[in-house]
Nanobody
Framework: QVQLVESGGGLVQAGGSLRLSCAAS????????MGWFRQAPGKEREFVAA????????SYAGSVKGRFTISRDSAKTAVYLQMNSLKPEDTAVYYC?????????????????WGQGTQVTVSS
């Protein structure tokens, strides 16, 4: 099994920054791609960013491209999401997820392991 634990969420003013962390433990060799998703109240969970453990290839949602940066620890122990120029519409619970396939996907159903989420609130 793979355990994922997010941290780093909080309250920040618009234009500010936050750095989310996802600590990965257990059988992390079962994962090839790590992703960040978010879910706002009353909305579906949406893709934010993803990264491959091996070569560090990345993919971003259009709404965060240029503002957010995903990175990983090459030892497969942590994934990070640096969020800059935050907007009120970025407010959501952010989830870390692990995928047991090397192919990228934006679909949350394609991820096998999930963390419990961390709240990010951006005030205007």
């Amino acid at each position: 099994q793979v355990q994922l634990v997010e941290s780093g969420g909080g309250l920040v003013q618009a234009g500010g920054s936050l750095r989310l962390s996802c600590a990965a433990s257990g059988r992390t060799l079962r994962t090839y791609v790590m992703g960040w998703f978010r879910q706002a109240p009353g909305k579906e969970r949406e893709f934010v960013a993803a990264i491959s453990w091996s070569v560090g290839s990345t993919s971003y949602a259009g709404s965060v491209k240029g503002r957010f940066t995903i990175s990983r620890d090459s030892a497969k122990t942590a994934v990070y999401l640096q969020m800059n120029s935050l907007k009120p519409e970025d407010t959501a619970v952010y989830y870390c997820a692990g995928r047991g396939s090397p192919a990228f996907t934006y679909d949350a159903r394609g991820y096998d392991y999930w963390g419990q989420g961390t709240q990010v609130t951006v005030s205007s």
